[in-house]
């Protein structure tokens, strides 16, 4: 397949994904919105019928009252809409452009020989394995007796998806390595959804169906799944966006780095979910949650921030390598012209690449100089070339940096 048609496959496959996500994720929200807004019915009738909240509501230029029952309507009406269309669409783009960029191309984009020696089927096999894995033993958590103390089950996962978020960048590259943790906290949402949450509304709807007194279990299982899946959200959108972060997935330890943000975002949207129950506290949130993520995200971003003692060692190497003055700017750009400019062209050499990544070119002189200020953070955290597919030597790295810092003198 040429590399322009796996770009067009790659450009439709993420604006679906996009899509699909958006539908997903804004119901997801809301209807956890709409139970933490629910207060009791005023109207005896309503509490009579069996139901067991409603909130009044103005959008669109309209009014809206909606109600939810305790455990079912007396009677089911005729029109009943079901929301899991844009969960298992969100899976099946997702799938797609996993399979499209990181596995038929897992040389480029999930293999990094500096981090681990795996051949293209060992880190496929290990992808799935892992998609899979996370998905049983999260299951196997929810359905023991440690489902009924959320807080030690809380715990026990955080553990884990931290065990597992170390493993994953221990194996693949950093870029590879994020994007599969959030493949896997993704998996497990939409297993949420087709294992849990629609079989027990199928089950209480046929129980309805058929005369028998629903099951409030069912619902309630359900409903901890997706009490599960509003937390694992902030984490996975994260993980969608971090490709174009290499200062988080090149960092030295981007494990902690992936925990941190991950940990901050979960922080962030349990404010965002307590907020919607201020109500039953006289209208007031306690802050914490958020300024918890808030710090946390500050601290990784002071730890990321570049350091002098980092510039002082790197000196020190282009110093070794026999550039104690700022290399001449003539071997600079064989030195990009060799490591950089088969994929950052107008016509890349590079197999796989249609068009320059994220439209940067080096070809020429200007361009180069243009351009430092950009190139210089992926080159520092190693994640440029990608997958070290041109085989940038430590040298080579040491003499650009040192070039960059003098000024990028031409």
């Not at 919607?276 to 990321?304: M, S």
């Not at 890349?348 to 070809?363: R, Y």
Request: with cysteine; proline share 6%.
């Amino acid at each position: 397949m040429s590399a322009y048609v796996i770009e067009w496959l790659s450009l439709l496959g993420r604006w679906v994904h996009l899509i699909t996500g958006i539908a997903w994720i804004g119901s997801s929200f809301y209807f956890v919105w709409l139970d933490n807004h629910l207060t009791a019915p005023t109207d005896e009738s309503l509490a009579r019928r069996g139901v067991g909240g409603e909130l009044w509501a103005v959008h669109g230029g309209g009014f809206y009252n909606a109600q939810k029952y305790r455990v079912a309507p007396q009677t089911l009406p005729k029109s009943l809409h079901w929301f899991y269309w844009e969960a298992y669409s969100t899976l099946l783009s997702g799938f797609f452009l996993l399979g499209l960029l990181y596995y038929a191309q897992a040389e480029i984009y999930l293999i990094d020989p500096r981090v681990a020696l795996l051949s293209k089927p060992a880190a496929i096999a290990i992808s799935v394995g892992a998609i899979v894995g996370g998905w049983l033993v999260y299951d196997a958590l929810c359905r023991s007796p440690l489902a009924r103390h959320g807080v030690w089950l809380g715990g026990i996962l955080a553990l884990l998806l931290s065990a597992a978020a170390f493993e994953l960048c221990r194996l693949f590259s950093g870029r590879g390595a994020f994007i599969q943790f959030g493949a896997m906290l993704g998996a497990i949402m939409v297993a949420n959804v087709f294992f849990v949450i629609i079989p027990g509304q199928r089950e209480m709807v046929r129980a309805k169906a058929e005369g028998r007194e629903p099951d409030p279990q069912a619902g309630l299982r359900g409903k901890l799944r997706s009490v599960h899946n509003t937390y694992f959200t902030l984490p996975v959108l994260f993980t969608m966006i971090s490709n174009h972060y290499p200062l988080t997935f090149g960092a030295r330890y981007n494990w902690l780095v992936l925990v941190a943000i991950s940990t901050a975002g979960l922080s962030i949207r349990t404010y965002f979910v307590d907020r919607h129950k201020r109500h039953e506290r006289g209208g007031k949130t306690a802050p914490w949650p958020a300024l918890l993520g808030l710090a946390i995200l500050a601290a990784t971003a002071a730890a990321l921030a570049p350091h002098p003692t980092s510039q002082a060692t790197a000196a020190s190497q282009a110093t070794a390598a026999g550039a104690a003055d700022p290399t001449p700017f003539a071997a600079i750009q064989r030195i990009v012209a060799a490591r950089c400019v088969p994929c950052h062209a107008a016509a890349p050499t590079q197999p796989g690449f249609a068009t320059a990544p994220k439209g940067l070119m080096l070809d020429t002189p200007d361009a180069l100089l243009t351009h430092v200020a950009q190139i210089a953070p992926p080159v520092a955290a190693g994640t440029m070339p990608i997958g070290n597919l041109t085989n940038m030597t430590d040298a080579e790295r040491a003499q650009l940096l040192d070039w960059i810092r003098h000024g990028a003198p031409r």
